[in-house]
């Protein structure tokens, strides 16, 4: 994992990929893992908050379906 340091503070965040696109990022913040779209139709879990970043890319997940069910969904949570 890759984590940045600044200060006393450290941010961990989380490239949420469907496929070979990277559709968002999430981080670590103190009430739960932000989601930050990086592909606009991603942008329906912009800024939203979730227990953990394993479910912030579920929640991609579902959205790349209900937009395209005849694509794979096939994703991958990398740590930046």
């Known amino acids: 994992m890759r984590t940045v340091t600044k200060g ?3 941010f961990h965040a989380y490239l949420v990929e469907i496929g070979p696109q990277a559709v968002g990022v999430v981080t ?3 009430d739960g893992y932000r989601f930050f779209a990086i ?3 991603f942008r329906a879990l912009e800024d939203r908050t979730f ?3 394993e479910m912030a ?3 991609a997940v579902d959205l790349y379906r209900d937009a395209d069910p005849s694509l ?3 994703t991958s949570l990398a740590v930046c």
Do not use: C, G, P
């Open 57 to 59: 890319r579920s929640a």
């Open 39 to 41: 592909k606009n139709s």
């Open 51 to 53: 227990d953990s970043a």
């Open 72 to 74: 794979s969904a096939l």
């Open 28 to 30: 670590l913040e103190s």
């Open 8 to 10: 006393a503070e450290m």
